[in-house]
């Protein structure tokens, strides 16, 4: 199994999931990151420190949607492993839904 | 500075530890516990896990593992199942003293001190090897400082399963250094499900009945006054929790500290 990030990180980028993994599995990208899914051991330890809530275990992601995102861009991103400055706007994103149809253009399902 | 410096090159830093096996006990044909040196620069808080592994055909084989140990020893402890065909367990019981454990370098988890609010009894749920998180947090003062009674309860199908029960019940009341600050305050519940001992049955059923709050001369579960870890399976996780719920406790995590805690206990697979 594995954790997954979801549309909740996007603009937001909080990063305090990244403190707290054991094994280094996040990936970063310009606007959100994601879980290695072959890297994650699946600890938990990520999914509560969220403060948007943006991580969720594997089998809720019904469709396999983030499945797929975050293993296509885990496999393009840079590993990152310190928490960095989250967006300066990322209070204006925080309840929006549907963030990555929205702002991610250069994802093919 | 001059041409001919030489360029600087990233080298890769290995993410292990590389720690030396300092002892080995084992407890029945299924449970172990060994310790390891401690590098000066590896800190941790008493209940977290690292990932611990061997070298298995020139790679690093790791798996979760809770720090037994508290966060003030100069050396590390761990406690271990042995699964018959598990992949790092199957080699892993075999160590000796003076063989080379891989340790990561950080350490984490939710089982900590910090995930919780202030409160007056820390109860410590845990079914077998789920206790080792609770054994780095019962020796660590820090906790008899932020709670005045600590309960640590081990669930187990046998009473060959009780690794630690002298430990606990005996050896650290009678600790040099922590037997004064422990005093009274420590109360060791055991328990198992499938043989005749003083405490029968499972830990959530006897919290339910109400038997356990009886047996130890405490008031049921308060969530004003009362603040729990659990560690265990996840039969037991999903159980416990839903018991704290029932009872109006919160889940806490470090960014929201709150009532109780959960942690699974890491199974080599």
Known sequence: MTYLVTDACVRCKYMDCVEVCPVNCFYVGDSFLVINPTECIDCGVCEPECPVDAIIPGPDDASGKWLAINTHYASLWPNITVK????ADREAFRDMSGKFERYIKDFSA | MTGDAAPLVATRVS?????????VRHWTDALFSFGTTRDPGFRFSSGQFVMLGLEVDGRPLPRAYS????????ELEF??????????????KLIQPGDTVLVGRKATGTLVLDALRPGRTLYLLSTGTGLAPFLSLIRDPDVYERFARVVVTHGCRTVADLSYAALIGEDLPADPDLGELIGERLIYYPTVTREDFRNAGRITDLIESGRLFADIGAPAFDPAADRVMICGGPAFLRDAKAVLLARGF??????SPGDFVIERAFVDS
């Open chain 1, 84 to 87: 960095g400055e989250p967006p």
């Open chain 2, 250 to 255: 919160e889940e806490g995590s470090l960014a």
């Open chain 2, 79 to 92: 406690y271990s199942i042995k699964v018959a065909n598990g992949p790092l367990t199957s080699r892993l």
């Open chain 2, 67 to 74: 720090i037994a140990s508290p966060s003030w020893s100069n």
């Open chain 2, 15 to 23: 993410p292990f530890l590389q720690e030396r096996v300092t002892w």
